[in-house]
């Protein structure tokens, strides 16, 4: 039973940029996700959700900064990569 969770929300100036984050990161729910903690991601126009289910605070806390890491590199990478569009 997962008895502690955590919902994160990321906006974004374009549905564009919501998007490309949005799925840099989903990626990632396979290799991250064990019998401690879950994840699933969602999107509605620029707000990307990604919400996090634990078994336990160690469990959460370590992916809560499993995703905000990936999420700040996906952002730096769509901002870098808006450079040469």
């Known amino acids: 039973m997962f008895s502690h969770g955590a919902t994160l929300e990321f906006e974004y100036d374009s ?8 799925e840099s990161v989903t990626r990632e729910i ?3 996700d064990d019998d401690r903690s879950r994840t699933t ?5 620029r707000t990307v959700f ?13 992916a809560l900064n499993t995703w ?5 590199v996906a952002e730096e990478t ?5 450079r040469f569009v």
């Open 68 to 72: 905000f890491t990936l999420v700040d």
């Open 50 to 62: 990604i919400e996090i289910e634990a078994r336990d605070v160690i469990a959460l806390r370590a």
């Open 30 to 32: 396979g290799e991250i």
């Open 15 to 22: 549905d564009a940029r919501a998007r490309l984050v949005a």
């Open 41 to 45: 991601i969602s999107r509605s126009n």
């Open 78 to 82: 769509t901002t870098a990569g808006s």
